[in-house]
């Protein structure tokens, strides 16, 4: 068999250290913006059982004031 003439260049330039330092940094700063938006999604949903149930209060609410325009309407009604 015949020897391989493979050789491996062990010098490394600036560049290459600027160009692994710009893709750690773009990294990190991707990381820190997904956690930004976890974190709001998080907060959203703690905060969704206290609009359920503020909208749940809201939905009987508008019942009975139907409720009581019906009989306002009906004694209107009956005085004409």
Do not use: C, Y
Request: net charge neutral.
């Amino acid at each position: 068999m015949s020897e391989s003439n493979f050789k491996l260049d062990r010098t490394i330039t600036l560049t290459i250290i600027f160009a692994i330092f710009m893709q750690t940094a773009g990294a990190l700063i991707w990381v820190g913006s997904a956690e930004a938006r976890l974190a709001a999604v998080e907060q959203r949903v703690l905060d969704a059982p206290r609009v359920t149930e503020r909208l749940a209060r809201l939905e009987e609410q508008m019942v009975m004031a139907r409720a009581s325009l019906q009989r306002i309407e009906k004694r209107l009604d009956a005085h004409e």
